[in-house]
C-alpha cells in the first residue's frame, strides 16, 4: 500500500521546480505517518527494519537527487551517511520505537482498571509455539527503552515530564540510531 503511495508522488518528488522543503514536508507528514500508523503496534523481523530503512533511502534519494561530483567530473548517489547528515531527522525506524515507546509510557501510567493496560497485560493461558520464540511487542519495548533509558527505565516511565524528557533526549540525540548501526556492524 505504502509502495503504491509512493508511485503516486514519484513524479512530484523528481520535479526540479518544485523545492526540497516542500518535498521533504511532503515525506513527512504523508508517507511517514501512514508508515508510523501502521507499525507501531505490530513487531517487525530484521528483515522488516532493513526493508523499511532501504524504502526511507530510496525516497530520500529521489527527494534530494544526485551530487554532481568535482573530481571525478561525474554525477553520483548520495550515500547513506550523506542522507542522514542532510536530513538531519530521526529515521522511519527510529520514530516508530520513539512512538511505540512514548503509548507504551501512555499505558503504564494509567489505571489498572483501564481496557488498554488490562490487554497489555493480559495472559492468555495458552502455550507459545516450539521453536525459537517470536519477537512480542512487549520484548521490543523493553529492547527500546533500555537502549533509551538505561537499566532503571522501567520507573521512570510513571514519572511523565521525566520520561517526556528523556524520549525528547533520544530523538534529538538519535540513541535508538547508534544502537541500530553497532547492531548492523
Known sequence: MVTKHIS???NFFRNENISKKLKLRLK???IDKKLTYAL???TRTERDREKLNIFERKVYRRILGSVYNNEKE???ILTNKEIYASVKKPTIMETISLNRLC???HVQRMEGNRIAKRVLYMNLG???MRGRPRNRWQDEVREDGRIVGGEGWQEKVHNREEWKGLLRMAMNRRILHMAMELMNE
Open 8 to 10: 503516486c508522488y514519484k
Open 28 to 30: 513527512n507528514t504523508t
Open 40 to 42: 507501531e503496534s505490530g
Open 74 to 76: 561525474n554525477w553520483r
Open 103 to 105: 503509548w507504551f509510557g
Open 126 to 128: 495458552t502455550r507459545r
